[in-house]
Nanobody, 117 residues
Framework: QVQLVESGGGLVQPGGSLRLSCAASGTGSIFRFFPVGWHRQPPGKQRELVAGINSGGSTNYADSVKGRFTISRDNAKNTVYLQMNSLKPEDTAVYYC?????????WGPGTQVTVQS
């Protein structure tokens, strides 16, 4: 059973940076072979895709985070990262890591990111 756990969230001032991590367990090197995404759900809003990376290493980003966020993976550590720079209050949300394996979506429990002065 695939298990994902996010970490690295917290409180940061506008303009600051955070790096989120998502570690996979209960499986082999899953991130190398299956598409991975970071989603977020702001308070009172719907969940949205923030960034994704496929098995070939191609990445995609929501327009709202292009140039500020970077998704990457470490296959040896079975971990995916989301580097977030120049954070804005509107980036405040619960951030979730997801992976799609053989048509089934797996989600982590999420990590809270709060951007405020």
């Amino acid at each position: 059973q695939v298990q994902l756990v996010e970490s690295g969230g917290g409180l940061v001032q506008p303009g600051g940076s955070l790096r989120l991590s998502c570690a996979a367990s209960g499986t082999g090197s899953i991130f190398r072979f299956f598409p991975v995404g970071w989603h977020r759900q702001p308070p009172g809003k719907q969940r949205e895709l923030v960034a994704g990376i496929n098995s070939g290493g191609s990445t995609n980003y929501a327009d709202s985070v292009k140039g500020r966020f970077t998704i990457s993976r470490d296959n040896a550590k079975n971990t995916v990262y989301l580097q977030m720079n120049s954070l804005k209050p509107e980036d405040t949300a619960v951030y979730y890591c997801t992976v799609q394996k053989w048509g089934k979506d797996y989600w982590g429990p999420g990590t809270q990111v709060t951007v405020q002065s």
